[in-house]
T-cell receptor, first 116, second 113 residues
């Protein structure tokens, strides 16, 4: 158990719908990262937040958005869902650099999204 | 653009043999190179990492080498065991004000008993 939690574990929805995935980082971690892993593929970096602010952006679609709240949990919002959005969505967290972190990312168990 | 190529995509070895996975990155601003092991349906777990100012790092049966000039880095697993069977991902992190981690496509390692 990495200490990172994600809810829900599974999500089944229809095309055109909107869903929200939630992530709680490890205690003390200020950075949250979101990744998408499609079937039998690698992880695609979507976005990073640090202490509530967006810090780095990857190949995140305009239909997707994220935020990090004052209690440091993060949400990934996926809208106008398409069949191709079906994937495992992982979040990860890391310690601030000044506290010996900044390198290792600890992954949550993932949310499996199925779009029918 | 930012890209990490990983080879081979599948690797099958006999128990006790060594396994080598190679990666190449494109962005010279990459400064940190982690390797993750992912078992089916589970989260990626860090197995070893190396920073750009180090050429080699070893942890028991696992070692990683980095050639910054060639933008190559490799994972070496010695004395493989059946429990090493999994998908292995290399990654390169670019510090851009935040941290953007680009992953390779993965290598599925089979260790035959």
């Amino acid at each position: 158990d990495s200490g990172v939690t994600q809810t829900p574990k599974h999500l089944i929805t229809a095309t055109g719908q909107r869903v929200t995935l939630r992530c709680s980082p490890r205690s003390g971690d200020l950075s949250v990262y979101w990744y998408q892993q499609s079937l039998d593929q690698g992880l695609q970096f979507l976005i990073q937040y640090y202490n509530g602010e967006e810090r780095a952006k990857g190949n995140i679609l305009e239909r997707f958005s994220a935020q990090q709240f004052p209690d440091l949990h993060s949400e990934l919002n996926l809208s106008s869902l398409e069949l191709g959005d079906s994937a495992l969505y992982f979040c990860a967290s890391s310690l601030p650099k000044g506290q010996g972190g900044g390198n290792e990312q600890f992954f949550g168990p993932g949310t499996r999204l199925t779009v029918l | 653009g930012e890209n990490v190529e990983q080879h081979p995509s599948t690797l099958s070895v006999q128990e006790g043999d060594s396994a080598v996975i190679k990666c190449t990155y494109s962005d010279s601003a990459s400064n940190y190179f982690p390797w993750y092991k992912q078992e089916l349906g589970k989260r990626p777990q860090l197995i070893i990492d190396i920073r750009s100012n180090v050429g080699e790092k070893k942890d028991q049966r696992i070692a990683v080498t980095l050639n910054k000039t060639a933008k190559h880095f490799s994972l070496h697993i010695t004395e493989t065991q059946p429990e090493d069977s999994a998908v292995y991902f290399c990654a390169a992190r670019i510090a851009t004000g935040g941290f953007k981690t680009i992953f390779g496509a993965g290598t599925r390692l089979f260790v035959k008993a």
